[in-house]
C-alpha cells in the first residue's frame, strides 16, 4: 500500500513532466526514456537481492527499494498518459483508456498470474511435468530489463514524438507556466461537481480498498486456498479482460461517468459479499477447498470481481 501511494499524489508533479523536458529530444520521450533507463538500472542492482530479502522478511528495505522504484515510474506514467492523448486522432480519443489499459492487463496477468503459475514447484510438476519451477523472481528480473531496455531503444531511435496530425495543428501562443498550472488545478477543486465527484469516489474506494488490499493475501496465507488454483481462475478470466478493456472505449463513449458509477456501484456490492460471505465460509481444511462448491464459488466471485475491475480501470485510465 506504500509503494502504490505514490500514483495517488503524482498530480503534485505532473506539472514538473509538463514543462521541464529537453526540447531536442522531445516532450514525452525526454521523460519516458530517462525513467525506463532508470529502472533498468535499479532492477538490475535488484534481482541478485531481491529472493533473499523476501526470505529474510526484510520488510523495510524492500518496501524502501519498491517506494523509490514506483515514484519513478509515475514519472513515466504521467508523460504516457499525456502522449496518448496527443498521439490518437481527436476522434479517437475516447480510445486512450482502453489501449492503456489493454497493456496494463497485459503486463498485469504477466507479472502476476503467470509469475505465480511458473514459480510454483507444485504446478510445474503437475502440469507442465517440471521438477522444479520455470522461473524464479531473478529470472523473470532478467527477462523484463531486457524487455523494458529493447523497448527504450526502439522508443528513443523509431518512434516519433508528434504524429502526423500533430503536425497540422499550430501551436497555441498563449503560455502556461507552472503557477498558471497550480492555479487552474486550485479553481477545478472548488467547483462543486467536481468535490461531488471525489467524494463519490473516495467512499467507493473505501467500500472496494478492504478487499483489494488484502483480499486474496489473506484468502491464500490465513485461509491457505492454493495461490495456483487462484492463478488458474485468473488465467482464464484474462482474455475476457484484454476484450473488454478494448471495447470498453466504445461503452465509455456517450456517458463515460454514468458507466463508471454503474461499474464502481456494482465493483463494491460484489467485493463486500467476497470479503462478508466467501471468506466467512471458506473452510480452512484443504480437501474441502478442493469441493466443486468451494471451487465453483471462487471462480465466480473472482471472475466478477476482475472483469468488473478490468471495466473500472479502463474508464479511470
Known sequence: MMCTTCFSLKIFWSPLVEFYYLKSFGKRKSWI??????????????????????IDK?????????TLLTFTVTFHEIAVDGWAVELLHPQNGEYAGSCQSLGYKIGLFISTMLFILLTSEEFCKDKLGYD???????????????????LTLFTAFFVPEKS????????????????????????????????TFFLYILVARISTSLYQEVG?????SDLGYPKENLSIVKVVVCPINIFLAGYSGALTKQAPFYYLFCVLISFSCV?????????????????????????????VVFTLIELLNSLEWTVMF
Not at 470479503?275 to 471462487?298: C, G, I, N, W
Request: aromatic share 14%; hydrophobic share 50%.
Open 33 to 54: 526514456i530517462s525513467v525506463q533507463l532508470l529502472l533498468v538500472v535499479g532492477l538490475y542492482f535488484v534481482k541478485g537481492q531481491l529472493e533473499q530479502m523476501l
Open 58 to 66: 526484510d520488510i523495510f528495505t524492500i518496501t524502501a527499494v519498491f
Open 132 to 150: 522444479v519451477p520455470l522461473w524464479t523472481s531473478e529470472i523473470f528480473l532478467e527477462y523484463l530489463l531486457c524487455y523494458i531496455l529493447a
Open 164 to 195: 502526423a496530425h500533430q503536425n497540422e495543428k499550430k501551436e497555441d501562443s498563449k503560455e502556461i507556466n507552472v503557477r498558471m498550472t497550480f492555479g487552474i488545478f486550485m479553481d477545478a477543486l472548488k467547483n462543486k461537481n467536481v468535490q
Open 216 to 220: 486474496t493475501l489473506y484468502l491464500t
Open 271 to 299: 467485493a463486500f459479499y467476497a470479503v462478508f460471505v466467501l471468506f466467512a465460509t471458506m473452510p480452512t481444511d484443504r480437501d474441502e477447498q478442493k469441493s466443486s462448491f468451494v471451487y465453483s464459488h471462487v471462480i
